[in-house]
């Protein structure tokens, strides 16, 4: 697949303040069936996020028969990237893809619904959504902003990003334009760096450029297909910023609240199908993709030093006090958060991980 072929021009800005609740303009109701127009975040045929939205939308339409018929837009077809939340919110368009943190503008709480620094990976986050209340919050988080979210992928623990230049101590940061949203921006602000939020169709002509000097995005196998590559030869491991990035299938509510109790039921099945999916796809995909991107195209892969880990997380502790300052919701969603994660991470820990740890030692996977 050529770059061209799935990088697409799309729409930069989230509108600042609340936006209202709208008069819903209602999906075509014909021959018995309902129309939903669903705007994404990503562009057409955008190799593991795009896929999976244009996948999902196709399937709500198979279960359902065609009773519940998806009409997918990607990035800049109807709206530009950044555009769907007020699409969606005002009732233009029925349904988004796309990741929550991107709203942060509006209210921080959104970064905990997608991923935060040194928050839950993807296996705990869906246990917190799913057994620990965070669906519950989540929905009073969107209902303030007419919005009801299911979630619909998962890309599992991102890269650290792709640097033109080594990080070997946090002076290496200061001054770098760094395409990365959400808290983890805030995180490499506070360290010196200038975070620049792009949508995915706009990085790698901004890398190329010079107008950024490095960039995340997803991991091995997503960043394949961007070519990075190409202008940072550098690709880090694991970052704090997305320990486990979620993605968002976010509703109006209004509209939301007129379906039907099967036509609920058989969205959220369809919407978690989805989002086990992108993330087994990712899961199987990456350890492929990191060995093409090294072996074919020269990569050097590095990880953070402990004093660069230990600078992300002097920085993510003061970000973490400004969001709970933020308000009264914030501050609920921030100790609900943290306090799942202590509980979850730390038996997560002492099993799973350090299963792991010795599982990779003993069979050398280094």
Known sequence: MKRRDFIT?????????????????????????????????WPRDFPGLGLSAQRLAARITEL?????????????????????????????????????????GKHPGFAYFTSVPFGMTTVEWNAWIKFGG?????????????????PCGGTGTQAGGWFNKEINSSEDLKGLKMRIPGLGGTVMSKLGASPVSLPGGQIYENLVSGSIDATEWVGPYNDYFMKFYEAAKYYYTGGMHEPGSCIAFGFNAGFWGKLTSYEKALITAASMEEHAAQYEETCAKNGEYLAKLINEHGTKVRSFNDDVWDSFGEA?????????????????????YQSFLKECGGMMAKFEISYVNQRNRVLDFS
Request: include cysteine; aromatic fraction near 10%.
């Open 9 to 41: 021009k799309t729409g930069v800005g989230v509108a600042a303040g609340v936006v209202g609740a709208a008069t819903l303009s209602a999906p075509a109701i014909a021959d018995g069936h309902k129309e939903i127009n669903i705007v994404s975040t």
């Open 64 to 104: 359902s028969n065609g009773k519940l018929k998806c009409n997918y837009f990607a990035a800049g077809e109807k709206v530009g990237a950044f555009d769907v939340f007020d699409e969606v919110a005002s009732g233009n368009s029925q349904a988004y893809i796309a990741a929550d943190y991107y709203w942060k």
């Open 134 to 150: 965070g669906q519950e919050l989540w929905d009073e988080m969107s209902g303030e902003f007419g919005l009801k979210a299911l």
């Open 316 to 336: 993510a502790a003061e970000v973490f006090e400004e969001t709970r300052n933020h308000s009264a919701l914030a501050k609920k969603i921030d100790g609900a």
